[in-house]
């Protein structure tokens, strides 16, 4: 088992305890099949979920999901096609996850993302840093003055990291 599968398995322990233990389910616990996995929707044919999230954990349910930001996404990518323009920046929204609670999944799983709902338990993957924000990546403006880290939407991500349900 790779440190990636051991990593969701113990991220999945949090939900149910009664999982990995004797087998037997208790009231108000599930089991590992009955766990729901979101994932998001648009992301799913992508090279990273396909290599390091989906169905790597046997017998969960991996399911699509939506959000405001995946929404935005579309929508902002839609507009710079029509303008043949990139007058709209995206980068942000590719990392960003709230769906004001509206998926029922029992964990999301992201990768380069931040759930900022505060309304699931949920785990990231990730490439180099998270949250990878603009502000985090190019800790200067386009004036040279630096970023600051805690503030704005960078402070939300880093709040989101040390939330409970991550």
Known sequence: M???AVG?????????PTVFGSGRQEK????????KVGVLQYRIPHYSYQRTILNRVPDCKYVGVGDIFS??????LGAN????????????????FNDL?????????LFNGVDLSKRHRWV???????PRLTTTLEPRDD????????????GQAFRALADETC
Do not use: C, M, W
Request: charged share 15%; glycine share 8%; proline share 1%.
């Open 2 to 4: 790779t440190a990636s």
């Open 8 to 16: 969701k398995i113990h991220a999945l322990q949090h939900i149910s």
């Open 28 to 35: 108000g616990h599930k089991t590992l099949t009955s766990i």
């Open 71 to 76: 929404y935005l996404r579309a929508g902002v």
């Open 81 to 96: 096609q029509l303008t043949r323009a990139n007058l709209l920046k995206y980068f942000n929204l590719n990392n960003l």
């Open 101 to 109: 609670g509206l998926n029922k999944v029992d964990l999301l799983h």
């Open 124 to 130: 990231t993957s990730f490439e180099t840093i998270v």
């Open 143 to 154: 004036r040279g003055i630096r970023n600051p880290a805690f503030t704005g939407l960078n």
